[in-house]
């Protein structure tokens, strides 16, 4: 098979400007990811839409998870197919571009969506975040060209932090303006959706004005599928030279596992579980954001100091204890006003509990996504990041499905230490990966095939 020669990606650090807005599609997703998947609409789903208390809920969260499942799914499915058809043709604002629209458009339906309307609600959540995923993947296949090694750890730490930011903003409104998830304010909470629409189509503009298109398209001439089906087969056969990325992306599979049931479960679990009121819901969310949005950002600028490696496996320690506290919170809370005669709520001590869930949740994430990017050939960049958009949403699938069985079985609270086993494996198997060597690799690929 003949090589086609491409015109190298910079290695100099992209303008500031550009940078910006690649990181505002971060800022504008957020609104999906909190007030859809995390805060507002799956407890509302779960509660409302679904609702039935008598089995605590068991039915609700298993049909939440496998909406969710399905979704990430249709991402394993499609995601590296679509990654290398947009390296080839250099179509990657393109593909972001329809998957913007897409997520837009679904979300603003949930308004649709009214107690019993059970199936409507599957199908839109189903397909919104199908688009959300996909795009989350693509805008991450940005990132190899907006600066040299060396700072893509800063660089995808800055994006992470002010996507928290603008789910701040977004959550933050939301649940000051639309109040609680509940039957009896159905007619005011049902305009999240709309509202996360809205804000995601006006602040990701900055993204499609001032993010460039790197690469040079290749003559046309073959269909998408045949184009998807050589490079995947290709890359599938190259992956043995790529030997640390394979190891990582195993690790990541169950890292993610673990974050994706924490994203899709812990307002449920304080809803369920904990038994907290409107005030400490509101002010969970906004110490979650503000501790993610700090983790993402320090660890950003440490990871270029001691190592991507390093520091991602620092994260899923901080993982670990996050979710022994989650699990052990109304325990300790019953031994701590019985032994120095407190009256603490565990719905108090569980916002401690939020700090360091929040410190690891923004710094795992950052961590991932730019040790991928260091190993990333520029060339392969779309197609290796849809290969961690596979492991992400392989992960969900795992994770979200292997929690709602597991819960309906035990109860919420003694399945999320599934998350803890998740993340000691996902550190054993880190062990293995090699940071220099999977750089090296990388480098190497791009000198065999003429790129310096």
């Not at 060339?379 to 949403?393: D, M, V, Y």
Request: hydrophobic share 55%.
């Amino acid at each position: 098979m003949s090589v086609t020669m491409h015109s190298p990606l910079p290695r100099t650090r992209a303008s500031r400007k550009e940078i910006f807005g690649w990181a505002m599609f971060d800022f504008a997703n957020q609104a999906y990811t909190l007030l859809i998947i995390t805060v507002v609409f799956g407890e509302l789903f779960t509660t409302v839409i679904v609702g039935d208390r008598g089995d605590d809920y068991r039915l609700a969260n298993f049909l939440w998870s496998l909406a969710l499942a399905v979704s990430y799914l249709m991402v394993v499915i499609t995601g590296p197919l679509c990654g290398a058809v947009m390296d080839y043709q250099a179509t990657k604002k393109r593909f972001l571009f329809a998957s913007y629209l897409a997520t837009v458009a679904t979300t603003a339906m949930l308004y649709f969506v009214a107690p019993g309307y059970v199936v409507l609600g599957l199908l839109l959540i189903v397909f919104s975040n199908y688009a959300y995923s996909m795009g989350e993947s693509f805008i991450a296949a940005f990132l190899p060209g907006l600066g040299p090694p060396e700072d893509l750890g800063k660089i995808s730490g800055f994006g992470w932090a002010l996507g928290y930011v603008g789910g701040l903003f977004a959550a933050g409104f939301t649940l000051v303006v639309l109040g609680e998830a509940t039957a009896d304010n159905f007619d005011r909470i049902r305009w999240v959706g709309p509202f996360a629409a809205a804000f995601f189509l006006i602040t990701a503009i900055p993204t499609f004005l001032w993010v460039k298109e790197r690469g040079t398209p290749q003559p046309p001439g073959k269909s998408y599928r045949a184009i998807a089906i050589e490079r995947v087969t290709v890359t599938l056969h190259e992956l043995r030279h790529f030997r640390d990325l394979g190891i990582f992306l195993i690790s990541l599979l169950f890292s993610m596992a673990g974050v994706y049931i924490i994203i899709a479960f812990a307002f449920i679990y304080g809803a369920q579980v904990i038994g907290w009121d409107e005030a400490i819901r509101n002010l969970m969310f906004i110490i979650v954001q503000i501790t993610a949005a700090a983790g993402a950002l320090g660890f950003g600028f440490l990871q270029d100091r001691i190592g991507t490696r390093v520091t991602y496996l620092f994260t899923l320690m901080l993982w670990v204890a996050a979710i022994v506290a989650i699990w052990a919170t109304p325990e300790v809370t019953a031994w701590l006003n019985a032994s120095f005669g407190l009256d603490w709520q565990a719905q108090h001590l569980f916002l401690f509990v939020g700090c360091l869930a929040g410190l690891s949740l923004g710094s795992s994430q950052s961590a991932s996504r730019a040790l991928v990017g260091l190993f990333s050939p520029s060339r392969k960049a779309a197609e290796f990041f849809g290969f961690w958009g596979l492991a992400n949403k392989l992960a969900g699938v795992f994770g979200i499905i292997a929690l709602g069985l597991l819960q309906s079985v035990v109860g919420l609270q003694a399945s999320i230490l599934l998350c803890a086993a998740l993340f000691i494996v996902a550190i054993l198997i880190c062990l293995f990966v090699n940071q220099a060597r999977g750089q090296q690799a990388a480098k190497d690929w791009e000198a065999r095939n003429g790129q310096p």
